[in-house]
Nanobody, 114 residues
């Protein structure tokens, strides 16, 4: 069974930055892709960013240019650098790993408020 552990969430003022980390219990190179998703209260879970095993990335439109997904295969970790955070970015952020199955982490809370 694959374990994904997110960290790095917290509270930040508008315009601030956070870096989320997702540590996997096995080599992330073996996954087809890994991604970050988020779910705000009362809303559906949505894609934030995704990176394939080949390094190809894609982002939700509202995150393009503000968020950056990256991976460190040696550390079995995927990162999400979030800049220019706004109150609408407040959500629980989840890490997902894809191969024959989908694996999810427990989530980390990000709160953006003044």
């Amino acid at each position: 069974q694959v374990q994904l552990v997110e960290s790095g969430g917290g509270s930040v003022q508008p315009g601030g930055s956070l870096r989320l980390s997702c540590a996997a219990s096995r080599s992330i190179f073996r996954f087809n892709a890994m991604g970050w998703y988020r779910q705000a209260p009362g809303k559906q879970r949505e894609l934030v960013a995704r990176i394939t095993s080949g390094g190809r990335t894609n982002y939700a439109n509202s995150m393009q240019g503000r968020f950056t997904i990256s991976r460190d295969n040696a550390k079995n970790t995927v990162y999400l650098q979030m800049n220019s955070l706004q109150p609408e970015d407040t959500a629980v952020y989840y890490c997902k790993a894809e191969d024959w199955n989908d694996y999810w982490g427990q989530g980390t809370q990000v709160t953006v408020s003044s």
